[in-house]
């Protein structure tokens, strides 16, 4: 009993030293995404830049020094479930991106699907995407970190606000029903992922031109099928978009897909606001 207080104290201990006293830094010497992706990922360092994983991930050894804090119990969106380590390093360098005072998991890539092996190093989540406003410049194809007290004084032609600093959920309108507990997560590369009960709510307004086959995948699940109904005309928040998928799944997302439907993202964390631009 006494060595497992001490296992909790430190974990405890180690958990405030990174959120309250020095918490997570990145510096990104490279802000260039890579191009013509789905998802965000940082070009250099192969980050996913997900707002959907509440922590970070590392798929490889960097030879950085590091120390156990505690075992991780981590599933991905279909509810698949790995056993990992997590670690805390004073520093961690890969390539182009730094970062300092992070606690992470550790995941062999021999547990991870073969497009995860080939795209990433890594996923840098919400507790240390919290510590920074970011700036997503899919003209420019560019991702920056700036501190939170930076005011980004631009009209946004949409606006999506969630309250919890680490799960990004929001309630919004798709279609004339309204949807609660969408996750925002960027990880997810489609447009919207709902539940089938809501398409089914959806379709008494309007009605999908297009219904198919698709695959989806997860940190730890690879090409899991999937029905695809695509939509044109259809109105989320009062907003009128072309064309938008919407995948039948087991979690409400809103994903990357959605995300480049605009130039710009300034995801606005003092503020706990994602404000989406046209050009």
């Given at each position: 009993?006494?060595?497992?207080?001490?296992?909790?104290?430190c974990i405890i201990g180690v958990d405030t030293f990174c959120y309250w006293l020095f918490p997570t830094k990145i510096t990104l010497k490279d802000n260039s995404i890579k191009e013509n992706k789905k998802h965000i990922i940082l070009k250099n360092s192969n980050l996913l830049w997900d707002t959907g994983s509440n922590g970070t991930y590392i798929f490889m050894d960097f030879g950085q020094k590091n120390f156990p804090v505690a075992i991780s119990i981590d599933f991905d969106y279909s509810y698949k479930i790995k056993f990992n380590i997590a670690k805390y390093s004073n520093c961690i360098e890969m390539d182009s991106a730094k970062l300092q005072n992070i606690i992470y998991k550790n995941i062999g890539v021999s547990d991870i699907p073969q497009w995860y092996k080939n795209e990433k190093n890594g996923i840098l989540g919400m507790n240390v995407i919290n510590n920074y406003n970011w700036i997503v410049d899919f003209d420019k194809n560019t991702l920056?970190?700036?501190?939170?007290?930076?005011?980004?004084?631009?009209?946004?032609?949409?606006?999506?606000?969630?309250?919890?600093?680490?799960?990004p959920k929001t309630t919004v309108s798709i279609g004339g029903?309204?949807?609660?507990?969408?996750?925002i997560d960027s990880g997810f590369n489609s447009d919207i992922m709902l539940?089938?009960?809501?398409?089914?709510?959806?379709?008494r307004h309007i009605n999908p031109d297009t219904i198919y086959d698709t695959f989806t995948s997860g940190m730890f699940s690879d090409r899991i099928p999937n029905k695809?109904?695509?939509?044109?005309?259809?109105?989320?928040a009062g907003m009128s978009f072309d064309t938008i998928s919407i995948i039948d799944g087991p979690k409400r997302l809103i994903g990357t897909?959605?995300?480049?439907?605009f130039d710009r993202v300034f995801w606005d964390s003092?503020?706990?606001?994602?404000?989406?631009y046209r050009d």
């Open positions: 009993m006494g060595i497992l207080l001490f296992v909790l104290l920056q970190n700036l501190p939170k007290t930076t005011i980004y004084n631009h009209t946004p032609q949409f606006t999506l606000r969630y309250s919890n600093a680490t799960i029903v309204k949807i609660k507990n969408v996750l539940l089938t009960s809501d398409i089914e709510q959806i379709d695809a109904y695509r939509y044109t005309n259809i109105e989320i897909g959605f995300f480049r439907k003092k503020n706990r606001e994602v404000r989406f």
